[in-house]
């Protein structure tokens, strides 16, 4: 039964426009324009944690731009070709990526809520400015839209205009369900509640907003151009803020964390629309968008209750999809493994910490630190909690600036470039506090740190052209997975695994980076005896490999058997240095450790 | 033995989707000093904020000052005398000392008493360089100061049961000595306090009975000198093994 | 333009621009405690106007009906709990959810607030919106007050969309306008400074200095700050979120009743107009970065002179004008802000 259900709505849609009267055809075509938009509105909310209100706006500026050149162009007396519907869909993107690739540089690196409020403002100005300007008809609009045709076939009639949505609303599914399942989808999907995490792999979180932002709007726009050739005349109101908002709606009701909850969202509120417009005026006695009382208890009442909205409840109906990478990691013995970037030979200097200093407010974090890692080395970071360790290496990898001092890595001045420049370099880390993406896969996580040995962008992840790239990174991490020690959890939920193994994927990520060196905030804390002798086996391997390691640590017999250079700090500064037996006998570690009440 | 004031029983706390704190039991007697030690991630923290109801449990019990509670909510236990020192102190950055001293009393306001001018005095009392600072922004204050209002918030509310995560954390020996000897002094006026440490050594020094959580369940419990003897505790926590100094 | 028009329409401009600083310093507090982008602030000045005009028309005000329902709904939800707590407790909470609305109905009612002298009415028509922010609170954000600011805002605007809905049916689609508090002008130079204006300017101000006072020196206006700096020190201190973030919508309501009762002589209120007013206080609350109460109000001041010059240039493309404002001011907050934020 539920291997037949897809294939069996599939039939109905292609039969809908056959057996269905005009009223529900156009009722279906309304859906499909809505969830073109809301499947948009999924990837920004859902998928990438932000969220705009006027997308509206997008559509009208797809709509309104086809709208004006196939009519006062036309009556201008413009070369025909340019006047052509398909000349008002690359006019109605042009315009469209402009403005949002504006908004979004404008808005997109300040924190999650100026976006939607600047989306507000935006909706808002654009519904005048099509109310206003003259050349677009001010609030009667454009009339006497020319029909979309097709090699001279004049698609006039409502239930050919069907199929052309729903096929493009079904490409638009397959296009983004693809990303989604890709190496930039990985990226899109660490950027709620992972970016921080994401730079230090090496992705570029503001350039995937951007992106995912630009993909909603050029959905919202492309919903536009249909709408304007199927209703063949625009005015301002389905574009103003109200109508931005429904989308919204119909993307959290509908499920914003999987694209069919675009479909489902537009196909209920669409019709609970309809249906609540011509009964809650009876009720009320008077006319009015009464609907959207309606509309904003349901809403208020979905995110109480189910926040994932409708879609998980219908999915059980479904066949379960496959859990993603798992098929393309299965290719991995026909393809060969990644090309690895040049180690340094041993005992090269990587690393060189040069007095550097780091203040918050009245906080010396770290007081002129100086420190040095070697190829073939591990270097232990030690001291009592809250010494700066932390700071340190988060100075080091990018992730916040130095006030003052000098970090180089491989000769190079890396103080002042962002986490994600560093990584590219060959640096990579791991987090004291666990930064995994606790939906995805094990699998996922640590291919996330294979992000940059990708190339492959959105387009072709789209069109399924980078599947062999995506089968080689996904080979890579189930590699590395392996080496660690999780060969056993490859597919679960990362945050289903117990503190100590979400160190080990943390581990395995960073390999995935293919670095030179290895930053290790603290890698054993939370691993019991034997998995922490496991741990010490496996960097063993990779500093005889030729890798530089870095590692906080608690765990004293931990780094005094594995170290062979340790640094110890307290308040901020470097208190002793050296081997690790020199070190343990100093006067001034003693005390720090041991410091007692005596 | 007299009644505890504070008996956790079978306590599991979640962290998120982890399980962070298994079964974990102990108690405090009052004016008893007790402590918690073990290495970092065993949930030393994550206990306290199920204690006192910053974190829900998953199971188990915690009796208080007589009353039984199966869901622990802060605002009570706070009313009831209890108050957690955080190991990010949790300061009002932007409010002066005083502010930040006379909002600790906040509670005891609710439940009507005024008397949080004397409480200030004998705050200041103990921490005269608060005194020095009481109309500086609270953000301005060095690491040790931080602590000292952190700990002096806490005294505005007068607790009977007075729990402190890492006091001791980014602190110079010093000044921990002397935030200890506070600790001493309040205990010998019948304050109870729980102590979450790292710094084992001197926490064992001070406490009266010890705790050992280890990844999120009791390892070992005594006596704190002779959990201070202990070999496993030595070896683990005090820095004694093969190879390490010893003091 | 001459040095009259110039001086005329700053005084349009300071006037609706003291209303958009209320309304700022109103969505930074809501904000700065409850990290809810409070959207719906905008309706309780709609509320509050159309209230005030319900009583001058004789009508009984929808907002009477949505005090009683959201009052009983709470009643349902929390009485059983607060029946087993007893004591005080029990006592403030019936007092809240059964005498408070059942005066206020009575008064409404019973009372003929239509022969009530002016100022009676606009203190009876702040009593009904005010404990809308509170009830609000207790049944919209509550359940949810620990979710992400994003998913804050969108159930923020969800309850704007319901909130404009339900005004639409309490008040009806004609716009309303109140007689001014004043009559009286006076002639300063050329001119003409209208006695309502002053009311407006006094009121405002009268409301900041109280504002201000009660943040800085009582205890309960400090706890409001704390939390809003710092929810778990507050909360360690027993300071509870879920009252912090009631106080705040209680204010929330207070200033945009009052903004609307304020303003209702000097424009035509229609059910739906309260938001756009309460968008261009936000973006006066940006400019503050939703953080500053100065910044907001002089921010929200600017507004207010934009738009009345705007009108006068362009009128036809005030609104855009003034959204685009903040264009410029986020950018400018763009280049300030360098590192990748975690959303939490």
């Known amino acids: 039964m539920r291997r037949w259900l897809p294939a069996g709505l599939l039939a109905f849609l292609a039969a809908g426009p056959l057996v269905l009267s005009e009223f529900y055809v156009t009722l279906f075509n309304y859906i499909g324009l809505s969830a073109l938009v809301a499947l948009g509105l999924v990837l920004l909310t859902g998928v ?551 | 033995m007299s009644e505890a004031l504070l008996e956790v029983s079978d306590l599991s706390v979640a962290y998120g989707q982890i399980e962070a704190v298994h079964h974990v039991s102990l108690r405090v007697l009052p004016g008893q000093i007790v402590t918690v030690i073990g290495p970092n991630g065993a949930g030393k923290t994550t206990l306290l904020s199920a204690i006192i109801g910053l974190l829900p449990c998953k199971g188990g019990m915690v009796r208080y000052a007589g009353e039984a509670y199966a869901r622990v909510t802060l605002e009570k236990m706070v009313a009831a005398g209890m108050v957690l020192v955080p190991e990010k102190r949790e300061l009002f950055a932007e409010m002066s000392v005083l502010d930040n001293l006379l909002l600790g009393a906040f509670m005891r306001r609710r439940l009507g008493f005024r008397d949080e001018r004397q409480t200030l005095a004998t705050v200041f009392a103990l921490f005269p360089r608060l005194k020095e600072r009481a109309q500086q922004r609270a953000g301005t204050l060095s690491g040790g100061e931080r602590q000292m209002l952190a700990i002096g918030r806490a005294l505005m509310a007068r607790p009977r049961l007075l729990m402190l995560d890492e006091p001791s954390l980014g602190l110079a020996p010093l000044i921990v000595r002397e935030i200890f000897r506070i600790l001493a002094d309040l205990a010998a006026e019948g304050v109870a306090i729980l102590l979450v440490e790292q710094n084992a050594r001197a926490a064992l020094q001070l406490a009266d009975y010890g705790y050992v959580l280890e990844t999120g369940e009791i390892a070992l419990s005594g006596r704190a000198d002779e959990l201070s003897e202990d070999a496993r505790v030595a070896e683990s926590y005090l820095g004694q093994a093969a190879g390490c100094p010893v003091a | 333009m001459d040095l009259q028009i110039a001086l005329l329409l700053a005084q349009d401009g300071v006037v609706s621009g003291a209303i958009y600083a209320l309304l700022a310093l109103a969505l930074v507090l809501v904000f700065a405690v409850t990290r809810v982008v409070f959207i719906p602030q905008g309706e309780f000045v709609a509320y509050g106007a159309l209230t005030l005009a319900s009583f001058q028309m004789g009508k009984i005000p929808g907002t009477l009906w949505l005090l009683l329902a959201l009052a009983f709904v709470i009643l349902l939800v929390d009485g059983p709990a607060a029946w087993r707590q007893g004591g005080r407790g029990f006592l403030l909470f019936l007092a809240q959810v059964v005498l408070y609305p059942a005066l206020m109905a009575a008064a409404v009612l019973l009372g003929q607030p239509h022969a009530w002298p002016l100022w009676a009415q606009s203190l009876l028509a702040l009593a009904l919106v005010a404990p809308l922010g509170p009830q609000l609170y207790r049944l919209v954000f509550q359940p949810v007050a620990e979710a992400s600011v994003l998913m804050l805002l969108i159930v923020a605007v969800a309850l704007h969309l319901a909130l404009v809905g339900l005004g639409l049916v309490f008040f009806g689609a004609e716009g309303s306008r109140t007689p001014p508090f004043s009559e009286a002008s006076w002639e300063v130079g050329s001119l003409v400074v209208s006695g309502q204006s002053l009311w407006v300017l006094g009121a405002s101000a009268g409301l900041i200095v109280a504002l201000y006072l009660f943040f800085e020196k009582t205890l309960y206006g400090k706890a409001l700050r704390a939390t809003a700096m710092n929810r778990i020190g507050a909360r360690l201190m027993g300071i509870s979120t879920t009252f912090a973030g009631k106080i705040a919508f209680l204010f929330a309501a207070v200033i945009g009743g009052a903004s609307g009762i304020l303003i209702a002589p000097i424009t035509t209120i229609y059910y739906d107009t309260g938001f756009l007013i309460g968008l261009k206080g936000f973006v006066g609350a940006i400019v503050g970065g939703l953080a500053s109460y100065p910044v907001a109000a002089a921010g929200a001041l600017l507004v207010g002179l934009l738009e009345s010059f705007s009108s006068f240039w362009a009128s036809a493309y005030k609104e855009v004008l003034v959204f685009t404002l903040i264009i410029p001011v986020l950018l400018w907050r763009s280049w300030q802000s360098h590192q990748v934020e975690e959303e939490e």
């Open chain 1, 48 to 598: 990438a944690g932000l969220t705009s209100f006027g997308q509206a706006a997008f559509v009208g500026v797809g709509a309104y731009a086809t709208a004006w050149l196939t009519t006062a162009g036309a009556a201008a007396g413009w070369p025909a070709l340019l006047t052509t519907p398909w000349a008002g869909l690359a006019l109605g993107l042009m315009l469209t990526m402009l403005v949002a690739a504006g908004l979004g540089a404008i808005t997109l690196r300040l924190s999650g809520h100026f976006l939607p409020l600047s989306t507000i403002a935006w909706g808002i100005s654009l519904y005048f400015l099509f109310g206003n300007l003259e050349f677009l008809g001010g609030h009667t609009g454009l009339s006497g839209v020319p029909p979309l045709s097709f090699a001279g076939w004049e698609l006039r009639d409502p239930r050919w205009f069907y199929y052309l949505i729903w096929l493009s609303l079904l490409a638009a599914l397959f296009g983004v369900r693809n990303l989604l399942d890709s190496r930039p989808g990985r990226a899109i999907r660490a950027l709620k509640g992972g970016a921080l995490m994401a730079e230090a792999m090496g992705v570029d979180t503001a350039r995937a907003k951007l992106m995912v932002f630009l993909l909603a709007a050029i959905l919202a726009s492309l919903s536009g151009w249909l709408y304007a050739h199927l209703q063949r005349f625009v005015n301002p109101t389905p574009f103003g803020l109200p109508i931005g908002i429904e989308y919204l709606f119909m993307a959290v009701i509908g499920g914003a964390s999987e694209v069919w909850g675009a479909l489902v969202g537009a196909a209920v509120i669409t019709v609970l629309k309809h249906w609540l417009q011509d009964w809650l005026p009876h009720l009320f006695g008077a006319s009015g968008n009464f609907e959207i009382i309606v509309f904003g208890f349901l809403m208020i009442a979905v995110l109480h209750r189910a926040q994932g909205g409708l879609w998980p409840y219908l999915s059980r109906g479904f066949p379960q999809p496959a859990v993603r990478g798992e098929a393309a990691s299965r290719r991995d013995a026909s393809l060969p493994p990644m090309p690895q970037r040049a180690r340094p030979e041993a005992g090269v200097l990587l690393l060189d910490v040069k007095d550097v200093v780091k203040r918050f407010g009245g906080l010396v974090a770290n007081d002129r630190m100086n420190l040095a890692v070697h190829a073939g080395e591990i270097t232990a970071l030690i001291g009592p909690n809250g010494a700066g360790k932390s700071t340190l290496f988060n100075v080091i990898s990018g992730v916040e600036p130095a006030t003052s001092g000098e970090v180089r890595f491989l000769g190079q001045r890396i103080d002042g470039l962002p986490a994600r420049a560093i990584a590219r370099l060959g640096m990579a880390r791991t987090f004291q506090h666990v930064r995994l993406l606790p939906q995805m896969t094990v699998l996922e996580n640590v291919a996330l740190g294979a992000h940059l040995r990708g190339k492959r962008g959105y387009l072709s992840a789209m069109l399924r052209l980078s599947r062999d790239e995506e089968a080689r990174l996904l080979a890579e991490a189930r590699r590395h997975c392996e080496r660690v020690g999780l060969a056993d959890c490859l597919h679960m939920p990362a945050g289903s695994l117990p503190l100590g193994r979400q160190r080990l994927v943390e581990i395995a990520r960073a390999l995935a980076l293919d670095p030179v060196l290895l930053l290790l905030d603290e890698p054993a804390a939370g691993l019991r005896y034997l998995e922490k002798q496991a741990l010490a086996a496996l960097l063993r391997v990779l500093r005889a490999e030729g890798l530089g390691i870095l590692l906080v640590e608690h765990d004293m017999d931990f780094v005094m058997n594995l170290a062979d250079f340790v640094v110890v700090m307290e308040f901020g500064k470097t208190i002793a240095a050296g081997r690790p037996a020199e070190v343990q006998n100093d006067p001034a570690v003693i005390e720090a450790y041991l410091g007692g009440l005596e």
